[in-house]
């Protein structure tokens, strides 16, 4: 999937401007970048929700999965039925499991209003891995679990991603996250959203771990990366003030 020179205004201010981003195929792709920079309007325009102003998408998969910002659940359905909505076809051992994967057996006849915000999130994420997209849009989709879930929620999408062998865009402001998952990080910059670097990372991601050399050595230099971009989104305000 590629986007080329793409553009998207809202209102007076540019979002987006000549942005360009290449997708490989059966690839994890992270993507890092301030708050409000334009992530979560990427990936919009990647599943066809917005319309870009200007540009080529090329190459889009038609099988779009997307685990929203928020949770996007149906409130009159419960967790069981929520997940099964998008794959009819799946059996009951198929769903029981991938309730199990996301920590929510026991939990399956509960309403969403009846759960946690990180266990709303789980019944997300488990619909998209239902859905078995081609390519799976993710927008910071283990943010509201704590640690322990976080690296189990990284370790099973790494599982899933194996066996389908699918595309996954992934959306995240957690560095570990990002390492742990991607072939290629992408970080970008706000006002207007350009990338600022991509790193690319050949180490298998089922034989990664935070104690890797390489991978401390990555987290360094995103840690720097990122960093360098507050500095001077706060030096700017503080002028401004
Ligand atoms: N529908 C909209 N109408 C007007 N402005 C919008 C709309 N959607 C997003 N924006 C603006 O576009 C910019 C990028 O928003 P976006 O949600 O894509 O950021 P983000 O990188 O996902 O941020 P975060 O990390 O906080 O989720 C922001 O300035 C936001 O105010
Ligand atoms: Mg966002």
């Not at 390519?135 to 640690?147: C, V």
């Not at 991603?161 to 595309?167: A, F, L």
């Amino acid at each position: 999937m590629k986007l080329e020179r793409i553009c998207k205004n809202f209102d007076e201010i540019k979002v987006l401007h000549n942005f360009s981003l290449n997708v490989k195929d059966k690839e994890i792709t992270c993507i890092l970048g301030p708050s409000g920079c334009g992530k979560s309007t990427l990936l919009n325009i990647i599943a066809g929700i917005i319309k870009p102003d200007e540009g080529i998408i090329g190459d889009n998969k038609k099988k779009i999965g997307y685990v929203f910002q928020e949770d996007r659940l149906l409130p009159w359905k419960t967790v069981y039925e929520n997940i099964k909505l998008v794959n009819k076809k799946a059996s009951d051992l198929k769903l029981k499991s991938l309730i199990e994967l996301v920590g929510l057996t026991n939990f399956e006849n509960k309403y969403p209003h009846q759960l946690s915000g990180g266990m709303r999130q789980r019944c997300s994420i488990a619909r998209a891995f239902n859905f078995q997209a081609e390519l799976l849009l993710m927008d910071e989709p283990f943010k509201s679990l704590d640690y322990d879930l976080r690296i189990n929620m990284v370790k099973s999408l790494i599982d899933i991603w194996h066996q389908w062998n699918n595309s996954v865009v992934f959306v995240t402001h957690e560095i570990d996250e990002a390492v742990l998952l991607g072939n290629k990080i992408v970080v970008l910059t706000k006002n207007p959203c350009t990338v600022r670097n991509v790193i690319n990372i050949d180490m298998p991601q089922n034989i990664r771990t935070l104690e890797d050399k390489e991978l401390i050595s990555i987290r360094t230099k995103l840690i720097k990366i990122l960093s360098k971009q507050k500095d001077i989104k706060e030096t700017s305000e503080f002028k401004s003030a």
